[in-house]
């Protein structure tokens, strides 16, 4: 057991900085720089850099269009991304609906998505959630029903993250309602632009739209593009959730926001010194430290599990726990440090005039970004789902 | 000891809450907040001339109902209840505030044009180096002839776009952190050289970076002593500052009671989400949180007339608590509300931006039990 890179590891990390440096979009960092909003063009464009390479699906395997590396190397790429600050590629496609194809679809479905997915081609949503159905998500009521070698789909989904820009949607729908209500719903794929699909905004606290209401009216669906079989698309859903444990606890990201805290710490005044001087705020800093410090060896000793065979367990909870809170956690260090320019709202509205500038720039989204965290330790199964399926799978209550 | 309110100060709520219960109405303020300006001025006249309540805390001698912290608390808590965007804070209390305590001509000339709903005061004290620190200032006033004349720069100063006044803090002596060579000046916001940048707040309010440039104005703008000014904005601030709490008792309860109203209402795996024992408890930590928010802004608004010292540890002590307090309710009224909390439709994410706002004002909580410690602990450095 160690700690050290290899010589060959460190090799790789050293091209992996290399490719960041001289590929990553230069207008695209700016943006990030300005905290503009990112638009589905911004994704892409870093998306499609990756593809060309041929390291947009690290977590996939060989055979499918992924890099073969090791979990050290994993390690390494999603730090290196954060170091550098990379934007976090869609999730929904890469880390989502492809395993699930590439798990569980026919020769023809891999064949028809899989590159889609990997050259950026194919936007893909997730409709799983309903305006009855969150946490309770085997309560879904979108009905699917069988016409010849077509299914009619009916129903409204929720909370659909980027559904305005999405071309496919993967969706759970209910094929069964005389059955226990896990074993009655189906695994589909929904072309985006099918007929009988709206699809309508939902702002949110930050004013950002991000996420959708998708409504479904008679929507014609070919039996072909089910994954695997009728009724057993629980089966799917439950693999998704559990898969994604790469990533899930936001590591790499967090060091990255901790050091944008201490950027902007040391840079606020308080009195004659520096707010990271302050020894109220430069505890908070080192409590984060170590919470984050405890988070990142959890990672790794699940993913050493990982490794060594073990599949994906019920500590992807732990992960999502903690590393949720400690994003809310960061962004609320974040409203604190920046004082009272954590109040002006900058949305739509130009900060054009240099000679009376508002406030500092790191400090404009402060407020909507620590606001929007807030989704955290909602989506992906609620921290109280989670703290459920320990309770349940881990501790056996 | 008496905790109860008196007949007055029951029908001041009750009146208040009335007026906004239709004016404030969730609809209501979305679309004043939208519109240009930010605001309906119709509602500021309301509470002026239909209600005649902005002279609540004023004496009778100056043409009010003879309140004071009291109602200015009861006011707020009202205020904080419909999350309303009146610069009652502004204008009333610290406006209102500076001009009883000063006195003079221009105090007697300003506070009937407050309570008539004509005179709009913002506070310009907080500047981009200074964080909470009051005293530290760049903003300069240099004696010229009889007058002065203002340079500088104020910080996110609320109310400012509506302002017709400004009560602005500046140094007439003095190095930039110093007590001595703090004054007050009382402005009008048309005054050549002064220079605003409008915008809007995340809680609604709007702001406005606010630029001196070559301000000159009359002596008998200096409310107070030349220089001495310091212990006066402290105690309008501490003032302020109480008051916010009591915005923040309104606020919190509401989080609280349409969280509680939610739980019962939404149901998830056959049954309302109240049922599950977590979200109980949490809810309960929650009422125990708002109830200790109440106690501890009564405390403070008690206390404001105490030697300088006592009062300022009193007040530090309750926002502390308050800012903390305000957070836990906040972020728990949102969490249990699921994705439905975080949208713009609800106005529980509205309550939860203004608590959030609420608990940087006038301070945080480190601040404050920063400035707590060195008033009562100075034995344990
Ligand atoms: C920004 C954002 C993006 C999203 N993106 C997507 C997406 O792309 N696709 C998609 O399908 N969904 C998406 N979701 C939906 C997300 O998965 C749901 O919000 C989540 O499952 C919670 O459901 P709910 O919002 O209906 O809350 P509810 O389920 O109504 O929960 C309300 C509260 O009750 C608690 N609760 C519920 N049941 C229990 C229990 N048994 N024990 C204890 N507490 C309980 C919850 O933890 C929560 O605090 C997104 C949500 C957000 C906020
Ligand atoms: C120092 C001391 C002095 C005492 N003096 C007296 C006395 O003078 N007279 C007297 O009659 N008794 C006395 N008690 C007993 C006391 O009232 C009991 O200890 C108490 O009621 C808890 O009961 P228990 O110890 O059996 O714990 P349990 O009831 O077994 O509880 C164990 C744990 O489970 C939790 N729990 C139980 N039910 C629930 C639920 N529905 N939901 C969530 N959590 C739950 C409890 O909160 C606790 O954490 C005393 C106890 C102590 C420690």
Not at chain 2, 7 to 20: H, I, N
Request: aromatic share 8%.
């Amino acid at each position: 057991m160690n700690l050290e890179f290899s010589p060959e590891e460190l090799a790789f990390r050293d091209e992996v900085r290399t490719f960041i440096a001289e590929n990553y979009p230069q207008d695209l960092r700016g943006k990030q720089d300005e905290g503009d909003e990112l638009g589905k063009e911004d994704f892409l464009s870093w998306h499609r850099i990756l593809h060309k390479k041929g390291w947009v699906a690290p977590a996939w395997p060989v055979e499918y269009g992924g890099t073969g590396w090791t979990a050290t190397q994993k390690y390494i790429w999603s730090e290196e991304t954060a170091r550098a600050d990379c934007i976090r590629l869609m999730p929904f496609g890469l880390a989502m609906v492809g395993p699930v194809i590439y798990t569980f679809g026919t020769p023809e479905q891999k064949a028809q998505f899989l590159p889609r997915i990997l050259s950026g081609e194919d936007w893909w949503c997730q409709g799983y959630s309903e305006p009855g159905s969150g946490s309770d998500l085997a309560s879904l009521r979108t009905k699917a029903v069988r016409d010849g070698d077509h299914y009619i789909v009916n129903g409204q989904k929720t909370w659909t993250t980027m559904a305005q820009h999405a071309d496919w949607g993967f969706f759970l729908v209910r094929t069964n309602s005389d059955v226990k209500q896990q074993e009655g719903i189906s695994f589909l794929l929904i072309n985006m632009k099918s007929p009988g699909i709206t699809v309508r905004p939902i702002i949110t606290l930050g004013g950002e739209h991000e996420v959708n209401e998708v409504w479904l009216e008679d929507v014609r669906v070919p039996v072909s593009q089910r994954i695997y079989e009728e009724d057993k698309g629980w089966t799917c859903a439950k693999f998704l959730l559990a898969h994604e444990r790469t990533g899930i606890a936001g590591v790499a990201a967090s060091k990255r926001g901790i050091e944008r805290v201490k950027s902007i710490a040391r840079t606020e005044l308080d009195g004659d010194r520096s707010l990271l001087a302050n020894p109220f705020f430069k505890r908070k800093v080192a409590e984060l430290e170590m919470d984050l410090t405890a988070l990142e060896f959890t990672e790794l000793r699940s993913l050493a599990g990982e490794n060594a065979g073990k599949g994906p367990g019920p500590e992807s909870s732990l992960l999502k726990i903690k590393g949720s809170e400690i994003q809310q956690r960061l962004t609320e260090l974040s409203l604190e440090a920046v004082g009272h320019y954590g109040a002006p709202y900058f949305r739509g509205f130009g900060d054009g005039d240099n000679e009376h500038p508002i406030g500092p720039d790191y400090a404009h989204r402060t407020a909507p970004t620590y606001f929007n965290a807030r989704k955290t330790t909602i989506y992906g199964g609620s921290n109280e789902i989670q703290r459920n399926i320990i309770a349940k799978m881990v501790l056996g209550l | 000891m008496d905790f109860t309110y008196t007949e007055t100060q029951d029908m001041l709520r009750d009146t208040l809450a009335r007026f906004l219960a239709d004016t404030y109405d969730f609809d209501k303020r979305q679309k004043m907040i939208a519109s240009s300006g930010g605001r309906d001025p119709g509602i500021w006249k309301g509470l002026a001339t239909d209600l005649g309540i902005l002279s609540a805390p004023f004496s009778e001698e100056q043409g009010g109902l003879g309140g004071g912290a009291l109602e200015n608390m009861i006011m707020m808590e009202e205020f904080g209840k419909v999350i309303a965007i009146e610069p009652y804070l502004q204008t009333v209390v610290i406006g209102g505030g500076a001009l009883k305590a000063a006195g003079g001509p221009l105090a007697d000339a300003l506070i009937p044009e407050i309570i008539a709903g004509n005179a709009i005061i913002a506070f310009a004290y907080a500047e981009p180096q200074g964080r909470y620190d009051l005293a530290n200032l760049r903003t300069s006033a240099k004696k010229d002839g009889a007058g002065y004349v203002l340079n500088g720069h104020k910080g996110v100063v609320y109310a400012a776009p509506w302002a017709t006044h400004l009560l602005v803090t500046a140094r007439t002596g003095g190095s930039q952190r110093e007590a001595a060579g703090v004054s007050l000046f009382l402005v009008d916001a048309k005054t050549p050289g002064i220079v605003r940048r409008d915008y809007p707040c995340v809680d609604g309010f709007q702001a406005s970076e606010v630029y001196f440039e070559n301000v000159a104005v009359s002596a008998d703008a200096l409310l107070g002593g030349e220089g001495t000014g310091l212990p006066l904005i402290e105690q309008i601030v501490d003032e302020a500052t109480v008051a916010v709490c009591g915005e923040a008792c309104g606020v919190t309860r509401k989080l609280h009671e349409g969280t509680l109203d939610y739980s019962k209402q939404r149901q998830q795996f056959g049954q309302p989400i109240g049922r599950f024992q977590v979200l109980q408890h949490r809810m309960a930590d929650m009422f125990l949180e708002v109830e200790q928010i109440v106690s501890m802004t009564l405390m403070a608004t008690l206390k404001l007339d105490l030697p300088a010292d006592e009062r300022k540890a009193a007040v530090s002590l309750a926002k502390a608590k308050v800012s903390r307090s305000a957070k836990f309710v906040g972020q728990n009224a949102i969490q249990t509300h699921g994705g439905i909390g975080i949208t713009q439709e609800l106005a529980i994410g509205h309550y939860f931006k203004r608590a959030t706002m609420i608990e940087g004002q006038f301070g945080s909580a480190d601040f404050h039990l920063d400035r707590f410690e060195r008033l009562t602990l100075a034995d344990a450095a």
